[in-house]
């Protein structure tokens, strides 16, 4: 089979694609038929070894695909060649196969597209268990998605507004907010060329923002922070702006809100039932076509370091997807 390998850590441009003896899974592990695999900013990380999950290397990066069950290990039962399913596998993703825990795959509905379903885990997955479960979103509420224009911020405009909030997008560029208002946003803010806390205060009657989703960091955080209502909620999603903050903590006083931590792998490991109620439904707002994720560029494996590339820089719009031969001759399904 064909994989993408991180032979030495480093840039997207230092992997390489070599065809590699397939995977034989052991006891409890599956062996999966790679239809599509997710390009997530975590890729981007684990490459340089910057990521919490450090594999040995050689390894391939790709934390979440879709496809089909190929063979079974010892002792796993639910599962069985043919069937379809996302490999929620931290790594590994960026091949024609992958070999994982029984445990770490979700079972497909009849009807939910392949590439859909590769997009789901990571972001919705993050978006969804940030606002129901770390912010407690409620309808009427005011959110502020910041890096909205990428695959997390997409996701998590979608489900706040499924979940009844007014939704304020900010992202970089005008063509990145024509995206997030075509998914729902209501408003939106360019902190390219405008005023990050000025424009929350004019959206807002100077109130400010019940929560605020960053996925960014860096400099917009202390402006986000200022622009908080009482009892707001600041939701850590992670810092693809490359700088990790250091906010006044006198502002969490005076406003009375909360510094939020959304780290989804360890929510995954620590609350397993949680994280299948969740799970399951995610997968039933996606195969109602309730949420439809924003896939706008596909590259074949052989273009993976380009992929990253894309997403390593911030020049993403929506989401990503590396697709295999196999997942290119499948007919699409109707999300």
Known sequence: MKA?????????????LEEVASPVPGP????????????????????????????ELPFS???????????????????APGDRVIAVCGWGGFAEEVLTDASKLVRLPGGVDMEAAAALVITYGTSHYALKDRAAIQPGETLLVLGAAGGTGLSAIELGKLMGAKV?????????????????ADETINYATED??????????????????????????????????????????????????RPALNLVLLK?????????????????????????????WLQQGRIRPAITA??????AAEALRVVADRRATGKIMLTTELGRASPRQPG
Not at 29 to 37: E, G, I, K, N, P
Not at 215 to 227: I, Q
Request: net charge positive.
């Open 4 to 16: 993408v390998l991180a032979k030495r850590h480093g840039p997207p441009e230092s992997l390489v």
């Open 28 to 55: 409890g592990q599956v062996l999966v038929s790679v239809h599509a695999s997710a390009v997530n900013f975590p890729d981007t990380l684990i490459i340089e070894n910057k990521y919490q999950f450090k594999p």
């Open 61 to 79: 990066p790709g934390g979440e695909v879709a496809g089909t069950v190929k063979q079974v290990g010892e002792g796993v039962k639910g599962h």
């Open 168 to 184: 304020i997008a900010a992202a970089s560029t005008d063509e990145k907010l024509a995206l997030c208002k075509a998914l729902g």
């Open 196 to 245: 990050l806390r000025e424009r929350v205060k004019a959206l807002t009657g100077g109130r400010g923002v019940d929560v605020v989703y960053d996925p960014v960091g860096g400099s917009y955080t202390e402006p986000a922070l200022r622009s908080m209502a009482w009892k707001g909620r600041y939701l850590v999603i992670g810092f693809t702006a490359g700088e990790i903050p």
């Open 256 to 284: 009375g809100c909360a510094i939020v931590g959304v780290f989804y792998g360890g929510f995954s490991q620590a609350e397993p039932r949680r994280y299948d109620s969740l799970m399951q439904e995610l997968l039933g």
């Open 298 to 303: 596909r590259y074949p494996l052989e273009r």
